[in-house]
């Protein structure tokens, strides 16, 4: 059974403190791992998809990397507007997905 | 571009009521639809997943039932609903084919049952 772990599960940073959002991951034959971010009371919004270890995609301030094992996702320097909750998931069988649990992100002034 | 849809955005309804989701999605055809719920300070469960017309599978057994009477509509619905039912209802939508296809979420509902 696949498996996505996230952490932490909530994190504060000020504005311009940079840090990374972890996905830990078990799967039978990794075929991408995605991520989303989510405001409250709003659905997930698709950010990347990442599909072999070593590569790495950017958005702005943010830059999901992947490995075997896990994906992280870096913010740089971010502003109050980055704060959401921050999802990974893993696809299985028929476009299933895993997802995690999430880390809910606060960005300070 | 394709775009998708929920409604109600919210809905308060009693224990033993019935229910009726919708979601539809516009811009593409043919497309895979999922039904997921998301509990408060937990992961999203999915629930239903169609291929096609007519073609449903569900994931948990529980008080839930979906169809898809269209080729871009997905309903979900119960009976009578119980408290356990309350979350907040995701639909989204991926292109059929690859297995790897990115999954485009809706605005979601907010379900309280009372």
């Known amino acids: 059974e696949d498996q996505v772990t996230q952490s932490p599960e909530a994190l504060r940073l000020q504005e311009g403190e940079s840090s990374s959002l972890n996905c830990s991951y078990t799967?039978?034959?990794?075929?991408?791992l995605f991520w989303y971010r989510q405001d409250p009371g709003k659905g997930p919004e698709f950010l990347f998809t990442l599909y072999s270890a070593g590569e790495e995609k950017e958005k702005e301030r943010l830059k999901a990397t992947l490995t075997k094992k896990e994906s992280f996702l870096h913010i740089t320097a971010p502003k109050p507007e980055d704060s959401a909750t921050y999802l990974c998931a893993v696809p299985g069988t028929a476009s299933k997905l895993t997802f995690g649990t999430g880390t809910r992100l606060q960005v300070t002034l | 571009s394709q775009t998708i849809h929920q409604w109600p955005a919210t809905l308060v309804q009693p224990v033993g009521s019935p229910l009726s989701l919708e979601c539809t999605v516009e811009?593409?055809?043919?497309?895979?639809l999922y039904w997921y719920r998301q509990a408060a300070g937990r992961g999203l469960q999915l629930l239903f997943y169609s291929v096609g017309i007519g073609q449903i599978s569900s994931e948990v057994p529980q008080n839930l039932s979906a169809s898809r009477p269209q080729d871009r509509q997905f309903i979900l619905s119960s009976k009578k609903l119980l408290l356990s039912d309350s979350g907040f209802y995701l639909c989204?939508?991926?292109?059929?084919?690859?297995?790897?296809?990115?999954?485009?979420f809706g605005p979601g509902t907010r379900l309280t049952v009372l």
């Open positions: 989204a939508w991926s292109r059929t084919g690859s297995g790897t296809d990115t999954q485009y």
């Open positions: 799967v039978s034959g990794l075929r991408g």
């Open positions: 811009g593409t055809s043919n497309p895979n």
